[in-house]
């Protein structure tokens, strides 16, 4: 195989890898808020690509806009979920918490294939033309908004989790749960602020990439369950190793199709899932820490 | 006064089972089929259910990979009966076998961390299994699925009615009842509830607590194979597309419903859940469209029904039916 | 050889070393105690000898095995049982069966046997309850075999750890303050418990603030301050060390001494 083709093979796999950072970003800043494990952060996915084509097909808006209302209507969403099905279970018991994900997200993508129709949508690329060429191989224009738009979150994250004060809260709170109250701020509002948060990058993961890869309501299990990959690749609960995590398994993919087969492309995920859950469940980038018995 | 309780339980059982053994009796007339058929379903789904309530209600774990066993149950059975040609009872086997080895595989790393890792391992495994379904042509079929599984048969007896089938699918459920509520009543079960108490408590009492959690995933996990050995042979076909993530999603659904600490209220919630989008069968008067309506938002009260049983009746149906008997037998 | 022999064991949490390089011996069939000030680390002690929680370094052998390392059900089994300084029992069951639940130690929980109700599963059962029934004797919680745990008195609870933790068939027992709230009159009652568990063969450690019962039937003693070890010996001499009646100035245990 030639180096053109690698490269090819290479973009394509950082393209799909940005989408999975993206989702498991979302993990990550759940998980970092209430140690549990979203099951319905895919359905985000879909949220973010349906109300955009919403807006941009039936609503007849303007792309930015319609991407605009993609992304913030699922945070919207993403906080009406937190306050209606996850707030009221004051205890905050994991396993009661993840079963209520699990059936949010039945909900959700049924409910979207309700509103939305069963069929699959697409958007139009953000900036017409063709694809680039570029050291002999091609790529879509849309893979460069993908990852422009995937480094913009990632700035945006990183400077609200370092300059402001709620995000230092949520940083602390990650740490230790009753550190957020110490700096004055309430941690029920820091759940539901990581809810809006990983729902906008859903949101976001899915208005990107609907141009590319069309959406549908039951899109959503499988963008959730590579991108939950991601987030235990890397190392459950730390942003940075959520987006390596994310790229790593975007090269991983696309590296079998180029050197396996393309059948076994959406198992490689599931299986670096459950190789790393077993072998090495802090991920690649967590530090060992001695769990308590 | 407990002895007592314990005699009026044995009857209430053999009542109860007497009725369910005596149903297709009374099944007659045109749709007679269709209704044993879909009383089958019921008795299948029961099965998995009640290997998921001794996981989710009693070791406080949660599977999302349990239609991957039960369809890992149903392919192997349809495959050593249909291509190899041996008894169903050897089917039965390897399905019992080949559930029991993926289960000890997944819970074994998964359960010996602390923390809900069981739940993410089977969803992987349930997504990489649905892939295997398709791709394992030679076994499986690929996507168009195995067709012509013969009948269950155990000797010269053959299972080869809609009245057999039920008989069956039920006699085997009641087994599985039986076996479930030995490990409940007995020392496992016991050490379960002690780790509902205090889980300090229960390493100072010297129990593995990861042993027993992953004898009971194990369980539940040939409990689903089980059921899917006796799903091949009652529709004799089996395609991947059955042994969907969304199946688990409602199997867990059937299993929260039911209630923690209870295998009478999972089964309640497995029969009646999975009569609803088959309602036709036990209340012939619905019409054509009631029925596409109920199928059309099955998959939004699913999920609905999940949250609010999670956020507003933790205890379940069981939980319910508890409080009811409790609030009853203090008035007296 | 001693039965357990703890080796420059230590263990901090963050910036505070709770256990500090402690070393000792306990020997078959002693009484052993180990007393010290409020946050001396006895509790962090014990729960390092357990395995219920990890040290930063040092080593414990018990009967020549190394502990460190091992999962705490796993301890149990070996042999070393304990009770907690807050009482971790199973508040919904009765007495009796919070004892019987110590015996599952000894004979598992026999998945498969009691799935199938075999013969060997009811008779193992029938032994476990006579069992639980001796031992409720013996620490005199005969008349609440039926109570729940969450209903009986403080003191009693302690007493129906102690129960359950014999019902493991230990050879070592650790007690993390087994008189704590417990009346003049229980704590002579106490006292005898621990003798007559001795007598049945087992070697106990005892944490205990109740400076009385310390001296009373402790064979040995080792004082704690600070996470350190101070002192070390018969009760008769670590009433006199210079360095314990240091370690306990201006606490109100320093007039017991
Ligand atoms: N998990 C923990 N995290 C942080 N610090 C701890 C932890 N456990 C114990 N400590 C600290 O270690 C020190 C020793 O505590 P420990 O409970 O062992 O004392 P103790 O001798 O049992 O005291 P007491 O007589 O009050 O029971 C204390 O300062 C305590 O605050
Ligand atoms: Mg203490």
């Not at chain 1, 195989?1 to 999975?20: C, D, R, V, W």
């Not at chain 1, 990058?201 to 369950?225: D, E, K, M, R, Y």
């Not at chain 2, 699925?145 to 699918?169: E, K, R």
């Not at chain 3, 129960?163 to 006292?191: C, H, I, M």
């Amino acid at each position: 195989m030639g180096a053109p083709e690698l490269l090819q093979f290479a973009l394509a796999g950082l393209k799909n890898g940005s989408i999975y950072a993206l989702v498991a970003l979302g993990f990550t800043i759940v998980y970092a808020s209430t140690g549990v494990i979203n099951f319905a952060q895919g359905e985000f996915v879909m949220l973010g690509g349906m109300l955009s084509v919403w807006a941009h097909s039936t609503l007849g808006l303007p792309l930015p806009l319609a991407a605009l209302i993609g992304i913030l209507g699922t945070a919207v969403i993403g906080v009406v979920f937190e306050l209606l099905a996850i707030r009221p279970r004051k205890d905050g018991d994991p396993l009661a918490l993840i079963i209520i994900t699990v059936g949010g997200s039945l909900l959700l993508s049924n409910l979207a294939r309700h509103v939305f129709g069963p069929s699959e949508r697409s958007l139009p690329a953000f900036t017409a033309g063709p694809s680039l060429r570029f050291l002999g191989a091609t790529l879509e224009r849309q893979s460069l908004w993908i990852f422009g738009l995937t480094a913009l979150a990632v700035v945006v994250l990183t400077v609200f989790y370092s300059r402001t004060r709620l995000g230092r809260a949520m940083r602390a709170c990650s740490i230790n749960r009753t550190a957020a109250r110490l700096v004055g701020v309430d941690p029920k509002r820091l759940v539901t602020i990581s809810f809006a948060l990983a729902a906008a990058l859903g949101g976001l993961a899915g208005v990107v990439t609907t141009p590319l890869t069309q959406t549908a309501f039951n899109v959503g299990s499988s963008f959730g369950i590579k991108g939950f990959a991601a987030a235990i690749l890397g190392g459950l609960g730390n942003p940075i190793a959520a987006v390596i995590g994310g790229l790593v398994l975007g090269l991983l993919e696309s590296m079998s199709i180029a050197f396996l087969s393309s059948t076994y492309k959406d198992a490689i995920s599931l299986v670096v899932l459950l190789l790393v859950l077993f072998i090495r469940p802090q991920g690649l980038l967590g530090r060992g820490g001695r769990e308590k018995v | 006064m407990s002895l007592l309780r314990e005699h009026w339980r044995k009857l209430a059982l053999l009542i109860v089972g007497a009725g369910v053994a005596v149903v297709p009796l009374f099944v007659t007339g045109t749709d007679a089929r269709y209704v044993l058929k879909v009383l089958s379903f019921v008795g299948i789904n029961a099965l998995i259910v009640l290997g998921l309530a001794l996981l989710f209600g009693y070791a406080g774990q949660v599977s999302m990979g349990h239609a991957a066993f039960f369809g890992l149950g149903a392919y192997a059975s349809a495959w050593v009966t249909k291509s190899l040609g041996l008894p169903w009872l050897v089917g039965l086997a390897a399905a019992v076998l080949l559930t029991a080895a993926a289960g000890i595989l997944l819970a074994l790393p998964s359960l010996r961390l602390k923390g809900h890792y069981l739940a993410m391992a089977t969803l992987a495994f349930g997504e990489i299994m649905r892939i295997a379904f398709v791709e394992a042509k030679g076994v499986t079929g690929g996507p168009d699925g195995l067709s012509g599984i013969p009948y269950a048969s155990i000797g010269p007896l053959s299972f080869d009615t809609p009245q057999m089938n039920y008989w069956l699918v039920w006699g085997v459920l009641v087994l599985a009842i039986w076996l479930a509520a030995n490990i409940v009543n007995g020392r496992p079960g016991r050490s379960m509830r002690a780790l509902h108490g205090s889980e300090l408590g229960t390493m100072a009492s010297g129990i593995n607590i990861t042993g027993i959690k992953v004898r009971v995933f194990t369980l539940s996990a040939v409990f689903a194979g089980v059921a899917g050995a006796l799903y091949a042979s009652v529709v004799g076909f089996v395609s991947p597309s059955t042994f969907s993530l969304h199946l688990s999603v409602i199997l867990v659904a059937m299993a929260v419903l039911g209630g923690t600490r209870s295998l009478a209220g999972p089964l309640l919630a497995a029969v009646v859940l999975t009569l609803i989008p088959y309602a036709d069968a036990i209340l012939p008067g619905l019409s054509r469209e009631v029925m596409t309506v109920i199928q059309e938002w099955e998959a939004d009260v699913y999920g609905l029904v999940i949250i609010i049983v999670i956020l507003f009746m933790p205890g379940g149906i069981a939980g319910a039916l508890r409080g009811v008997f409790v609030r009853g037998g203090e008035a007296k | 050889m001693s039965l357990l022999q703890v080796r420059e064991v230590t263990r901090s949490f963050g910036g505070l070393i709770a256990v500090d390089r402690v070393s000792f011996d306990v020997h078959d069939g002693q009484i052993k105690a180990i007393i010290g000030p409020n946050g001396a680390g006895k509790s962090t002690l014990f729960n390092l000898l357990t395995c219920f929680d990890r040290p930063d370094s040092g080593s414990v052998l018990f009967e020549g095995r190394e502990l460190f390392g091992e999962r705490p059900d796993r301890v149990v089994r070996m042999g070393v049982a304990r009770s907690f300084q807050n009482t971790q029992l199973f508040e919904e069951m009765t007495a009796h069966e919070n004892v019987i639940l110590g015996t599952h130690a000894r004979s598992g929980s026999s998945f498969t046997p009691a799935a199938l109700r075999l013969p060997s599963a009811r008779k193992r059962d029938d032994l476990a309850s006579q069992e639980a029934d001796r031992l409720l004797r013996l620490v005199g919680l005969e008349s609440w075999r039926g109570s729940l745990a969450a209903d009986m008195p403080h003191g009693l609870r302690r007493l129906l750890e102690i129960a359950r933790a014999l019902a493991t068939s230990p050879r070592l027992v650790l007690l993390d303050e087994p008189a704590a709230g417990l009346n003049t009159q229980e704590t002579t009652a106490l006292g005898e418990v621990l003798y007559r568990i001795r007598d049945h063969g087992a070697t106990l450690v005892i944490v205990e603030h109740d400076m009385g019962l310390v001296m009373e039937v402790s064979d040995e003693i080792v004082v704690l301050d600070r996470g350190c070890k101070i002192a070390e010996g018969p009760p008769r001499l670590i009433q006199k060390d210079p360095a314990v009646i240091r370690a306990y100035l201006g606490e109100e245990d320093a007039d017991e001494l």
